[in-house]
């Protein structure tokens, strides 16, 4: 199914001309990444008929889609570098990012409406309203990075709109288009937003507590850049507004700066970890993991359909750590 | 008409939450215009069927489209102003006016999918093609800009993806919403493609050529800002490639810079304006208006009704000058 899926990107057919607004788009789709969402798309197809060729397209849609998105928030959070290569900006410029990633969203549209099949009328409905509700999100993730009030809830919402709403739109899409029956849409859209809260909160957790030979990357990296993860939510919502605050200022300190309170990346992350420690963070997250786990498993038994290798899928994703 | 488009304009029910997402919506949408575009889309409908009003959600879809591409144009461009109030990213930042700018896009699918009347889907196909055929005029418009290559018929290519495709969009929508025939369509379609092309050229002749008291803005910016409009092609297209170098090379001189050729805005507007004289630019492109005007108005006898009110709109604006 992956190969079909990188396949099928590989043998989009862009334009000639403006070669300035197509390479770009060209780039950013061959950068790779899990292709977690037309998986899912076409995972949830496949439970209800055979011949998911047919959604390829919406499934390739969905990819380009949410290229769009990462092409204009690397933008908005200046990142130079996204899976090992430069962003879209940073290699060409913030003008190329705007239009290119604009027309990325028109080609989404233009992949997703071409299946024709199923209930493509309501799939794509679902599109556009998950689409605005990420907009949403991404606001709030801009809004909550200055504001010190943030509840846990709040940025639980949060990461809700910015990333689980598209992993339960692309589920949901697959079984309109299979024309699956209209509660086993919604319950794999419960599933896809459940599963994608746990997601995003263990990518929270891996960056403290994670094992840098399984995770591949340096740990430590969110604290360095003073991100507030469910981790400082969690830590935070325990402490006196002082604590707090006390804390959110420390965490927002970036290492060798003039107030001198860290020299090293060690010493900050190390201060962050035993904070993290008191408050028993690494359980509190632990079992918020395994409660989204849990009630996202519990959607499934109302299918009238067997989902297990949807939930295969999901979960082994969700153990990539272990 | 147009006091519907205000009314339902106005009526549009954004979200109270988050803020910084749809106030700048709100905001550009609330800046006025003349609503040229939804104005096509219903006059179009109305040779069809007189309930309008059924079409009104796609008429505000299309200039919340359009408004989405302003909002995103004036980033690229710096643009610091429009029609005399700031713009978006000036008035908040780049970031807001990328990403309400997104939201618009969005909105605009949602309002124009909404109508579900006609043969809407088909509308929708036509908004995703020419949406796309937009940023590729935007990205020859910003390739144009470095290239001095340029040729007459490039440069009409690119304001016909640019602007004139839109009028097309709009107006065929308008008839494809109220069941026109296909053939119908394509004529109007045509037609507001021709007319879109007689606009833009006015607005360039009108910048060097028009009664400052009549026009409402001062005569000679293009030249000051080095634009390349049709009169510098036009001009260009009868010089040597020598002169024509030494020309673009004049026209993109600042006032004031330290190569001393301008030392008033004057002094640079009537020395561009001499060229404009010697090459008969002003007649030239007065004949290309008249042209395109001709090629228009030859579609509407091709049409099953009588369009004597989409034409007279059309050409009411047209004649602002006069």
Same mark, same amino acid.
């Given at each position: 199914m992956l190969k079909h899926i990188e396949a099928a990107i %590989?043998?989009?057919?862009?334009?000639? $001309?403006?070669?300035?607004?197509?390479? !770009?788009? /060209?780039?950013?789709?061959?950068?790779?990444? +899990?292709?977690?969402? !037309?998986?899912?798309?076409?995972?949830? *197809?496949?439970? *209800? $008929?055979?011949?998911?060729? /047919? =959604?390829?397209?919406?499934?390739?849609?969905? %990819?380009m889609y949410h290229n769009h998105t990462l092409v204009h928030d690397d933008v908005m959070d200046r990142a130079d570098m996204r899976r090992g290569r430069e962003t879209v900006h940073q290699k060409w410029d913030d003008n190329t990012a705007i239009l290119s990633g604009d027309t990325m969203l028109l080609l989404a549209y233009k992949l997703i409406s071409s299946t024709g099949i199923g209930r493509w009328h309501e799939a794509l409905r679902l599109f556009t309203n998950s689409a605005i509700e990420i907009c949403e999100g991404q606001q709030y993730d801009v809004d909550f990075e200055k504001d010190t009030h943030v509840t846990e809830a709040e940025y639980i919402e949060m990461i809700r709109l910015k990333t689980s709403v598209l992993l339960g739109c692309a589920?949901?899409?697959?079984?309109?288009? =299979?024309?699956? !029956?209209?509660?086993?849409?919604?319950?794999? *859209?419960?599933? =896809?937003? +459940?599963? @994608?809260? =746990?997601?995003?909160?263990?990518?929270? *957790?891996?960056?403290a507590f994670g094992d840098p030979a399984v995770f591949g +990357? +340096?740990? @430590? @990296?969110?604290?360095?850049? @003073?991100?507030?993860?469910?981790?400082?939510?969690?830590?935070?919502?325990?402490? #006196?507004?002082?604590?707090?605050? #006390?804390?959110?200022?420390?965490?927002?300190? !970036?290492?060798?700066?003039?107030?001198?309170?860290?020299?090293? %990346?060690?010493?900050?992350?190390?201060?962050?970890?035993?904070?993290?420690? /008191?408050?028993?963070?690494?359980? /509190?997250?632990?079992? $918020?993991?395994?409660?989204?786990?849990?009630e996202a498993e519990g959607e499934l038994p109302r299918l009238s359909v067997d989902a297990t290798p949807l939930r295969d899928y999901a979960f082994s994703l969700l153990n990539r750590n272990k």
């Amino acid at each position: 199914m992956l190969k079909h899926i990188e396949a099928a990107i %590989e043998a989009l057919n862009y334009p000639q $001309r403006p070669k300035g607004l197509y390479e !770009p788009i /060209r780039y950013i789709l061959a950068g790779g990444g +899990k292709r977690l969402r !037309p998986m899912l798309l076409l995972t949830a *197809y496949s439970l *209800y $008929r055979e011949d998911y060729v /047919r =959604a390829l397209s919406a499934a390739v849609g969905i %990819e380009m889609y949410h290229n769009h998105t990462l092409v204009h928030d690397d933008v908005m959070d200046r990142a130079d570098m996204r899976r090992g290569r430069e962003t879209v900006h940073q290699k060409w410029d913030d003008n190329t990012a705007i239009l290119s990633g604009d027309t990325m969203l028109l080609l989404a549209y233009k992949l997703i409406s071409s299946t024709g099949i199923g209930r493509w009328h309501e799939a794509l409905r679902l599109f556009t309203n998950s689409a605005i509700e990420i907009c949403e999100g991404q606001q709030y993730d801009v809004d909550f990075e200055k504001d010190t009030h943030v509840t846990e809830a709040e940025y639980i919402e949060m990461i809700r709109l910015k990333t689980s709403v598209l992993l339960g739109c692309a589920t949901k899409m697959g079984a309109l288009l =299979a024309d699956a !029956p209209a509660d086993d849409c919604d319950a794999l *859209y419960s599933f =896809a937003e +459940k599963v @994608g809260l =746990a997601f995003q909160l263990q990518d929270d *957790y891996l960056d403290a507590f994670g094992d840098p030979a399984v995770f591949g +990357k +340096k740990i @430590g @990296g969110d604290i360095l850049c @003073g991100k507030k993860t469910f981790l400082v939510h969690a830590a935070t919502a325990q402490m #006196t507004p002082e604590e707090a605050q #006390t804390f959110l200022q420390k965490l927002s300190t !970036p290492v060798g700066d003039s107030s001198g309170l860290y020299s090293t %990346e060690t010493e900050k992350i190390s201060d962050i970890m035993a904070v993290y420690t /008191r408050y028993n963070v690494a359980e /509190r997250c632990q079992q $918020r993991i395994a409660a989204y786990f849990d009630e996202a498993e519990g959607e499934l038994p109302r299918l009238s359909v067997d989902a297990t290798p949807l939930r295969d899928y999901a979960f082994s994703l969700l153990n990539r750590n272990k």
